[in-house]
Every structure is written in structure tokens, then in C-alpha cells.
């Protein structure tokens, strides 16, 4: 059974930076994709990036290309999320996720396993 467990969330100014960790266990993630989401309160979940575990190729929604950046330690079964230049409309739970497909896809339903989520507030 994949566990997924995030920390590094918290409240930080905008134009400030954090960093989510995603630590993995319960697999072999060598033919996985893992991401992450977000939902901000009243909204739906929307996408934020994935890596492909194999071979760290990326994906990122429009609205944080150039500010985060996914990556992951294959040795430490961790997925990372570096969040530069954080807005106020970046505000929300975030969520890691995984699923055994090499083709990251961008909708909650793609993705089988989900972490608990962890908060983050960008204070304006």
C-alpha cells in the first residue's frame, strides 16, 4: 500500500518561499508518476506539477511555470515542491499524489493515491 506523508507547509509573506516534502513508501516507484495538487477553500482541486520517477521529466500548471519546481530523490523515495515568489492566491491545501503511469496527467482522477495535505498561507 503507497503512503504518501507532506510536510513543510506554513504561512509565510507574499514574494516568499517554502518548501513541501513528500515522503513515499509502500513501492517500487521506478514506473510512477508523482504530483501534487492544490485546493484553495470553495474551489476545486487544481493541478500544480508531476515528475515521471524514472526519468524526472516535468510538468507544470500555467499559473506557477516559473515559480515552483517539482523534483524528487530517488534515494530518499521523496518528492519535493520549491515554492519561489509565493502570492496570496497560492493559498491552500496542498496535496502529494501518485500513481503508476508514466504519463503524468493533470486531473485528481488520474492519480490513486493522495497524501492528507498540508497548509499553505500566503499572507499579502
Known amino acids: 500500500q503507497v503512503q504518501l506523508v507532506e510536510t513543510g507547509g506554513g504561512l509565510v509573506q507574499a514574494g516568499g518561499s517554502l518548501r513541501l516534502s513528500c515522503a513515499a513508501s509502500?513501492?517500487?516507484?521506478?514506473?510512477?508518476?508523482m504530483g501534487w495538487f492544490r485546493q484553495a477553500p470553495g474551489k476545486e482541486r487544481e493541478f500544480v506539477a508531476a515528475?515521471?520517477?524514472?526519468?524526472?521529466?516535468?510538468d507544470y500548471a500555467d499559473s506557477v511555470k516559473g515559480r515552483f519546481t517539482i523534483s524528487r530523490d530517488t534515494a530518499k523515495n521523496t518528492v519535493y515542491l520549491q515554492m519561489n515568489s509565493l502570492k496570496p492566491e497560492d493559498t491552500a491545501v496542498y496535496y502529494c499524489v501518485a500513481d503508476r503511469t508514466v504519463i503524468p496527467g493533470t486531473t485528481p482522477a488520474a492519480y490513486g493515491y493522495w497524501g492528507h495535505g498540508t497548509q499553505v498561507t500566503v499572507s499579502s
Open positions: 515528475v515521471r520517477w524514472s526519468v524526472s521529466s516535468t
Open positions: 509502500g513501492r517500487t516507484f521506478s514506473r510512477f508518476t
